[in-house]
T-cell receptor, first 113, second 110 residues
Framework: GQNIDQPTEMTATEGAIVQINCTYQTSGFNGLFWYQQHAGEAPTFLSY????GLEEKGRFSSFLSRSKGYSYLLLKELQMKDSASYLCAVSPRSGAGSYQLTFGKGTKLSVIP | KAGVTQTPRYLIKTRGQQVTLSCSPISGHRSVSWYQQTPGQGLQFLFEYFSETQRNKGNFPGRFSGRQFSNSRSEMNVSTLELGDSALYLCASSEGYGYTFGSGTRLTVV
């Protein structure tokens, strides 16, 4: 089975740094995704981690530890527009076979002035 | 490159009715997946289609069905609607790793 946990809500101040954690227990693992979803909109891709370590992309970074079943998304220099839900998702299969992501319930981030 | 297009954006249906939702994937993407999103359960996988074949199915009752056409466009159908089917239905297309989502269809069952 699949189990993905992330905090339900977080609040952070504009200009600050925030870390959103995600832990997972899955029967198979290929990689981990982070998506951003603004209220009423479609989720949009942020990052994909396959190997252990940190992937940096501008103000956003994502970290993965496969042995610990743990990932985090780091947002720097927070802006008001970063207020959104952040979804952690695990890809349980490898290769070009049947493709399905299992999502956590999302972390609603509120950025305050 | 056009994105994933879902129609309609909003729907209001009555309990017991059926509904069909449509999704046009990104050109060249052969994999189309459907998800149901609710505040309590988050995103839950419904099914995935690839080259007109259902490759994977989530844990939903048989009232939920789908299909994919030769041009990769996909439809999902929900029969005998229940109040609990009220949700945002998201379609996503993929050509490998990662999804591109459509804007979704907001279904309200009254």
């Amino acid at each position: 089975g699949q189990n993905i946990d992330q905090p339900t809500e977080m609040t952070a101040t504009e200009g600050a740094i925030v870390q959103i954690n995600c832990t997972y227990q899955t029967s198979g693992f290929n990689g981990l995704f982070w998506y951003q979803q603004h209220a009423g909109e479609a989720p949009t891709f942020l990052s994909y981690n396959v190997l252990d370590g940190l992937e940096e992309k501008g103000r956003f970074s994502s970290f993965l530890s496969r042995s610990k079943g743990y990932s985090y998304l780091l947002l720097k220099e927070l802006q008001m527009k970063d207020s959104a839900s952040y979804l952690c998702a695990v890809s349980p299969r490898s290769g070009a076979g049947s493709y399905q992501l299992t999502f956590g319930k999302g972390t609603k981030l509120s950025v305050i002035p | 490159k056009a994105g994933v297009t879902q129609t309609p954006r909003y729907l209001i249906k009555t309990r017991g009715q059926q509904v069909t939702l449509s999704c046009s994937p990104i050109s060249g993407h052969r994999s189309v997946s459907w998800y149901q999103q609710t505040p309590g359960q988050g995103l839950q996988f419904l099914f995935e289609y690839f080259s007109e074949t259902q490759r994977n199915k989530g844990n939903f009752p048989g009232r939920f069905s789908g299909r994919q056409f030769s041009n990769s466009r996909s439809e999902m159908n929900v029969s005998t609607l229940e109040l609990g089917d009220s949700a945002l239905y998201l379609c996503a297309s993929s050509e490998g790793y990662g999804y591109t989502f459509g804007s979704g269809t907001r279904l309200t069952v009254v």
